[in-house]
């Protein structure tokens, strides 16, 4: 992978989105993907709430059956990889409630107003990693949790970075971590890292750093 070079300055200029990991062939629209046949016959809301909508969606598969499905529909999201000029990281140390405890994540966050998904990454690195970067690469995106939820998660590789004023928000506990990338790739090796994000980040970020070797 031939990996982007800088664009503009660090915090001022718009970068483009200019590379994407070779193995990453997904299409999307927003938060969700757009090259699947539209299966969907009645719909019923039955929650929505402030980031996820639940559905009773009768499907119509391919294979003929027709069904009743649980469909919890996300606006998708982003997470960074971000590199420094030492080979280290950024990881939080974040208090998760659905996990009951601390857990180690990549900076990220959810898609706003059907923004861009670089622009939703920008913002995230900025407001948890405190830096923002000049050069801006597209690893890849994925389904979360296909059975059930619709959220797809962008992932980027972030490089050239300049510290700017961190904001968290009120709701979001975390501490801000560099760790050597070696280590990170470790830790999701021997499973201190759980989280599917970072797992994926962690691991598409190495490849595509070794393939621009």
Known sequence: MKLSQPTGDLCGAKPR?????????ISYRFGSISDTPDMNTP???????????????????PNGVVTELEIAHHPGGAAIVALDPAGRVCLLR?????????????PAGKIDNREPPLDCARRELAEEAGVCAARWDKLGEFFSSPGVLTE???????QILAPVQSQPEAHEVFEVHWVALPEALAMATDGRIEDAKTLVGLFWASAALAAAA
């Open 17 to 25: 989105l200019l590379a994407r990991f070779p193995g990453s062939s």
């Open 43 to 61: 719909v019923r809301t039955v929650f929505q709430g402030r980031v996820l909508t639940l559905n009773l969606e009768q499907v119509t598969l």
């Open 152 to 158: 797809v998660i962008h992932v980027f590789l972030a």
């Open 94 to 106: 974040q208090f998760r409630h659905a996990t009951g405890r601390w857990i180690t994540e990549l």
